[in-house]
Nanobody, 125 residues
Framework: QVQLVESGGGLVQAGGSLRLSCAASGRTFSSYAMGWFRQAPGKEREFVAA????????YYADSVKGRFTISRDNAKNTVYLPMNSLEPGDTAVYYC??????????????????WGQGTQVTVSS
């Protein structure tokens, strides 16, 4: 089992940047693919980005491609999501999640068994 804690959210103006971090407990962090998802008010949770256990595979939602970059440091049990050129449409609670389907970068919510509590990102216009 792995426990996940997100940090780095906040309020930023459109065009600004934030970097989200997700710290994982446990010694098996490198056994999991990691993903970021977000949920805006009144909307369903949606995929943002994912990375395989080795970092060799990454995948992004079209809406964030070229602006967000997912990375991981297995020695620090941490996954990162630097977000640039933020838009009001990026406003949401951002969640990190861990998937045992570790060889790829899964996009489906159902493949993720472990979730953090989320961190709020608000982008003002």
């Amino acid at each position: 089992q792995v426990q996940l804690v997100e940090s780095g959210g906040g309020l930023v103006q459109a065009g600004g940047s934030l970097r989200l971090s997700c710290a994982a407990s446990g010694r098996t962090f490198s056994s999991y693919a990691m993903g970021w998802f977000r949920q805006a008010p009144g909307k369903e949770r949606e995929f943002v980005a994912a990375i395989s256990w080795s970092g060799g595979y990454t995948y992004y939602a079209d809406s964030v491609k070229g602006r967000f970059t997912i990375s991981r440091d297995n020695a620090k049990n941490t996954v990162y999501l630097p977000m640039n050129s933020l838009e009001p449409g990026d406003t949401a609670v951002y969640y990190c999640a861990a998937s045992s389907v570790s060889e790829i970068a899964p996009t489906q919510i159902s493949l993720y068994a472990y979730w953090g509590q989320g961190t709020q990102v608000t982008v003002s216009s």
